[in-house]
């Protein structure tokens, strides 16, 4: 038994949906330049695979081992959120592709310098600036999709 939503409302994704692939493959270059400092971190503080944190013991006592745990954290951090980013993205970009990407850039940009300035070795300025840039991004995603996924629920149970 199909479900009414699925018999009722036909998907036609917009002209411009492909902006939402541009905020996609941004995703994916801030990951592949994330794991390449995470590889540099781990080369220059002598950590081996399959070793993901030092300890905190061992962290004190070499600061490369520190500033690895920092960008393996920074990208872990990154990883962590990625599903709700991509998941809201696709979702935004079906109603509205602009906010979408928009968005979505946003959170990229917010990410670098998240990645940047953690990866200092000093965690206390892994949040400078990165929230102003961030968060509008990932409110947009979470709100604008909480908008439209409602105003076309309202349309489809009202209609």
């Known amino acids: 038994?199909?479900?009414?939503?699925?018999?009722?409302?036909?998907?036609?994704?917009?002209?411009?949906?492909?902006?939402?692939?541009?905020?996609?493959?941004?995703?994916?270059?801030?990951?592949?330049?994330?794991?390449?400092?995470?590889?540099?971190?781990?080369?220059?503080?002598g950590v081996n695979y399959p070793t993901m944190l030092v300890t905190e013991a061992e962290a004190k006592a070499d600061k490369k081992k520190h500033i690895y745990n920092?960008?393996?954290?920074?990208?872990?951090?990154?990883?962590?959120m990625m599903p709700f980013v991509l998941s809201l993205s696709a979702f935004l970009g079906?109603?509205?592709?602009?906010?979408?990407?928009?968005?979505?850039?946003?959170?990229?940009?917010?990410?670098i310098f998240y990645t940047v300035q953690y990866s200092s070795g000093d965690p206390a300025k892994r949040t400078k600036g990165f929230a102003l840039i961030q968060y509008?991004?990932?409110?947009?995603?979470?709100?604008?999709?909480?908008y439209y996924a409602g105003t076309a629920s309202l349309k489809h149970y009202t209609a």
């Open 1 to 45: 038994m199909q479900s009414k939503i699925a018999s009722n409302i036909p998907l036609a994704l917009p002209a411009n949906y492909p902006l939402v692939g541009l905020g996609v493959s941004a995703l994916f270059i801030l990951n592949l330049w994330q794991s390449s400092r995470v590889g540099a971190a781990r080369k220059m503080a």
């Open 136 to 146: 509008p991004g990932l409110l947009s995603l979470l709100f604008g999709s909480i």
């Open 94 to 111: 079906i109603y509205n592709p602009v906010l979408s990407v928009g968005a979505v850039s946003a959170v990229v940009l917010g990410r």
């Open 70 to 80: 920092c960008v393996q954290r920074a990208h872990g951090n990154t990883l962590e």
